[in-house]
């Protein structure tokens, strides 16, 4: 393995697991400890990491919470200003003639406020509030998949939705979240959303996770992704360091 990959795991254990020691780091990579401490200097130099006795530990020691999901009309009216600045940049990204799609959820539906003065766009979506919201600009060609509605949240789901989804080809995915933490990456409260959700990921070029910091270091019920898997974190200014960090070591944009 070469030490630039031996570094990113060393640093993703140190931040999921909040700690690392150099004894068990040396016997899983079969190197020396002089090493496994170099590699360790070299993350407290640009990650930030805490050096200690025997090893390193995560400079905040994240606690996450547990939530449940929420009304959608709630939902709207939480964080508006920052959500409204986050789907400002994240309509900036669009371009003519782009194929983008749009899962469910209060921060992505405002992407819709921010389009304007195209010719031609393709949205798919989830959900049905974006889908009545995009109707109303002629330029949007709106696809979306049948199934069965989950009212609390507006959004499609089931096998149906998943099959007429996987007949795409999107340039752009704005991925809305509900709780991100480094432990377990995206999460959602409801088992039905997850693989239709996930689904969106593998028909997607480009990826984007669109959230405010609010969603940060919370946890809910159902894993849906890893956070590795997306090309930029659009948020907001609160955005927390660690997780910044986690950004760096995958090479993700942050905007």
């Known amino acids: 393995m070469l030490y630039i990959d031996r ?3 060393i640093l993703e254990t140190i931040m999921k697991n909040g700690s690392a020691q150099v004894s068990e780091l040396a016997q899983k990579y079969d190197v020396g400890e002089v090493t496994i401490r170099r590699d360790l200097k070299y993350l407290k130099q640009n990650y930030n990491v805490k050096l200690t006795y025997g090893g390193a530990i995560a400079n905040d020691n994240q606690i996450f919470k547990s939530i449940m999901e929420i009304e959608l009309s709630k939902k709207r009216t939480q964080n508006l200003e920052a959500k409204r600045i986050i789907a400002k940049k994240a309509a900036e990204l669009i371009e003519e003639g782009d194929t983008i799609a749009l899962n469910a959820g209060s921060t992505v539906e405002l992407i819709l406020d921010y389009i ?4 031609s766009i393709n949205l798919i979506t989830l959900s049905l509030n974006i889908a009545i919201k995009a109707s109303t600009k002629p330029f949007i060609n709106v696809y979306m998949p049948g199934g069965k509605l989950r009212s609390l949240s507006g959004s499609f789901y089931g096998s149906d939705a ?58 809910s019920l159902v894993k849906m992704t890893d956070l590795d898997i997306f090309d930029a974190f659009i948020v907001d200014d609160d955005f927390p360091e660690v997780y910044r960090n986690i950004a760096k070591l995958h090479n993700i944009e942050v905007i």
């Open 7 to 9: 570094r990113k795991e």
């Open 162 to 219: 998943e099959a007429f989804l996987e007949k795409f080809s999107v340039d752009k995915l704005f991925y809305g979240v509900v709780a991100v933490c480094l432990k377990s990456g995206v999460t959602h409260p409801s088992i039905d959303e997850v693989n239709v959700n996930r689904v969106l990921t593998q028909i997607s070029r480009k990826k984007y996770l669109v959230t405010d910091s609010s969603k940060f270091d919370k946890i």
């Open 116 to 119: 304007d003065n195209f010719q």
